[in-house]
């Protein structure tokens, strides 16, 4: 089992940065690859960022060369570092794994706004 704890969201004003924490605990040694998702009311949930175990990382093309996704502590840790916000980045971030076994975690969410 792995849990995901995300925190850092909030209210910024657009060109501004904030950073997004997620700690994973349990069988950390388990995972693969993490990575960042967000959703807005009445879409999909759609890949932000990830980064797996080797440190390769990827990225959506609305954020390439904006976020930054960075771990720590053998994946016990991963963040991610938005910079140059936008409205469009509004939306509910989430953390997520998948094991070597291909199993699937998530987190609870952390609401990021950006105003005009």
């Known amino acids: 089992q792995v849990r995901l704890v995300e925190s850092g969201g909030g209210l910024v004003q657009a060109g501004g940065s904030l950073r997004l924490s997620c700690a994973a605990s349990?069988?950390?040694?388990?995972?693969?690859?993490m990575g960042w998702y967000r959703q807005v009311p009445g879409e999909q949930r759609k890949l932000v960022a990830t980064i797996t175990s080797g440190g390769s990382t990827n990225y959506a093309d609305s954020v390439k060369g904006r976020f930054t996704i960075s771990r720590v502590n053998a994946n016990a840790t991963v963040y991610l570092q938005m910079s140059s916000l936008k409205p469009e980045d509004t939306a509910v971030y989430y953390c997520?794994?998948?094991?070597?076994?291909?199993?699937?975690?998530w987190g609870q969410g952390t609401q990021v706004t950006v105003s005009s």
């Open positions: 349990g069988t950390i040694f388990s995972i693969n690859v």
């Open positions: 997520a794994t998948t094991t070597y076994r291909g199993r699937d975690y």
